[in-house]
Each structure stands twice: as C-alpha cells, then as structure tokens.
C-alpha cells in the first residue's frame, strides 16, 4: 500500500514548451502533496506545498506563475512548468501525504521522480 | 532549511554494519527524527523514525541519544544493493526539509 506514481517519467521538451507532471496517490487519499526539485548531485529542494482544493503555498524563490500546481482532488496533483527554458531541467519528485488518526505527524510517500531535460 | 549535520560520504564493507550519523544539536522536544534514503535517479524511500526512544525496523536500526542532539542509523548487514544517498531529517511540520545527507557505499 502507500503507492505514489508520477507521469511521464521521462520528458523532453523544447525551450518555450509547457509540461504537465502529474502525482497520484495510488491507494490512498492525500489532502497535503509535495512538489520538489532536484540538481544532479544535489539534495532535494521542497519547492511548494500543495493542499487539495486550495492555492499551492510556494517556498521563497519559486516562482508560482512559471510552477503551476493544481491538487483538484484527493489523489491527483499536477505540477506544471511553463515556458520551460534549459535551467528548468531537473529531478522532479511528488510526495503524497497519508492522513491517519492519532499520530504526530503524518506520513510521507514520495513518486519515483520525472526527469525534465529542456532543449 | 535543514536542521542536520551529515558527513557527505561514507564507506562500508558488505555484510558489515553500517553506522551513519547525524547531528541535529537544534532539535526540539515535538520534532522527530527521519531517514530517508535515495538511491540513483528514484525517489526516496522511507528508512525510519523516531523520537527520543531506539527503534528497530526489518530494514534498519535507530539509536537517538538520550539528548537527542544526534542519532545513528545502522544498517546491520550492508549489501551493494545498499548504496546510496542517506537523509537524516528533523520533522516538525508535515513538510520535510532535506540536507545534503550522506553518500553511502558498500564495497565487495
């Protein structure tokens, strides 16, 4: 149990295209999703916060017009990057988070990652 | 913002223990200890987590020091298969915060 995936694994887009990266929560439902990036040979980087039904909360520096993020429902959040330009190719990862009842703090579970190149 | 001190890498023999530290000297009471690890190119995948009592797992082992300003993950028998980049994290929030962590490999 506790399956996230993420589509397209791999995409190659020209410079100016926009690209959908989907983030499913396979079986179970996530009111809190996570959009992060990641540089070759660098940590992950939490770029925003979001929470189904409502606005992304983006972290300083990311900017909310050129990362679209959309949670529309309890197992699905996109992550779109627009007008992608070569510095936009990265590692981007989902994590989907599991509300149970009675704990501290809810788990986590991340997708196997999209890797994004811009030509 | 990560609250953790890793060292960037590490080596480990397989069928070793491998021990893995981390220092969190900022932690606070409600904040719990996480590992993550990822290997190359995938996402990362859940290890353990504590908050001040040792935890033991079918994958790893996690001792807290009574102070909890640091903690050790230890892989009691490594195998190649354990290579890879290993988190610590200090969780207050739902959010995880990721640091450098350390690059682990096990060698034949």
């Known amino acids: 149990g506790a399956v996230v995936s993420q589509h397209p694994s791999r995409v190659i887009c020209k410079s100016g295209t926009s690209v959908k990266i989907e983030c499913r929560s396979l079986?179970?439902?996530?009111?809190?999703m996570f959009w992060y990036r990641q540089f070759p040979k660098q940590s992950l980087m939490l770029m925003a916060t979001?929470?189904?039904?409502?606005?992304?909360?983006?972290e300083q520096g990311v900017e909310k017009d050129k990362f679209l993020i959309n949670h529309a429902s309890l197992t699905l959040s996109t992550l779109t990057v627009t007008s992608a330009h070569p510095e936009d190719s990265s590692f981007y990862i989902c994590?989907?988070?599991?509300?149970?009842?009675?704990?501290?703090?809810?788990?986590?579970?991340f997708g196997p990652g999209t890797r994004l190149t811009v030509l | 913002d990560a609250k953790t001190t890793q060292p960037p890498s590490m080596d480990c023999a397989e069928g070793r223990a491998a021990n893995l530290p981390c220092n969190h000297s900022?932690?606070?009471?409600?904040?719990?200890v996480y590992w993550y690890r990822q290997i190359h190119s995938q996402g990362p995948q859940y290890i353990i987590h504590?908050?001040?009592n040792n935890e033991t797992n079918e994958m790893a082992s996690l001792i807290i020091t009574e102070d909890r300003k640091s903690s050790t993950l230890i892989l009691p028998h490594a195998t190649l298969r354990d290579t890879a980049v290993y988190y610590c994290?200090?969780?207050?929030?739902?959010?995880?915060?990721f640091g450098a962590g350390t690059r682990l490999t096990v060698k034949p």
């Open positions: 994590s989907a988070m599991y509300v149970s009842g009675g704990r501290s703090y809810n788990e986590q579970f």
């Open positions: 079986d179970f439902q996530a009111t809190t």
């Open positions: 979001s929470n189904e039904g409502s606005k992304a909360t983006y």
């Open positions: 900022t932690i606070s009471g409600n904040e719990y």
């Open positions: 504590g908050l001040k």
């Open positions: 994290i200090v969780r207050g929030t739902d959010d995880m915060r």
